[in-house]
Nanobody, 113 residues
Framework: QVRLVESGGGLVQAGGSLRLSCAAS????????AGWYRQAPGKQRELVAQ????????NYAESVKGRFTISRDNAKNTLYLQMNSLKPEDTAVYYC??????WGQGTQVTVSS
């Protein structure tokens, strides 16, 4: 069974940091493109960051460039999102996605001003 399980969300003050984790089972992250998305209340889900399988090319939304870092631990089969200098507008449910159409359950990130 293919499964993605996110963790690491929570409440943090503006300027703080969080690291999200996405543990994969039933698929191998290093051979598939993977990414992080987020959805704020009343808004559409948007791509935050992605990493490709072969070249490890990373891409970021303009709004998070220089603050967020996506990475992958192949030994742990886990995807990460390091989020620094968090802003209230980063508040959203964050989802891990891999293998084109496999999603985690989401983890809430709330940034207070």
């Amino acid at each position: 069974q293919v499964r993605l399980v996110e963790s690491g969300g929570g409440l943090v003050q503006a300027g703080g940091s969080l690291r999200l984790s996405c543990a994969a089972s039933g698929l191998i992250l290093r051979v598939t493109n993977a990414g992080w998305y987020r959805q704020a209340p009343g808004k559409q889900r948007e791509l935050v960051a992605q990493i490709t399988s072969l070249s490890n090319t990373v891409n970021y939304a303009e709004s998070v460039k220089g603050r967020f870092t996506i990475s992958r631990d192949n030994a742990k089969n886990t995807l990460y999102l390091q989020m620094n200098s968090l802003k209230p507008e980063d508040t959203a449910v964050y989802y891990c996605q891999a293998a084109a159409n496999t999603w985690g359950q989401g983890t809430q990130v709330t940034v207070s001003s």
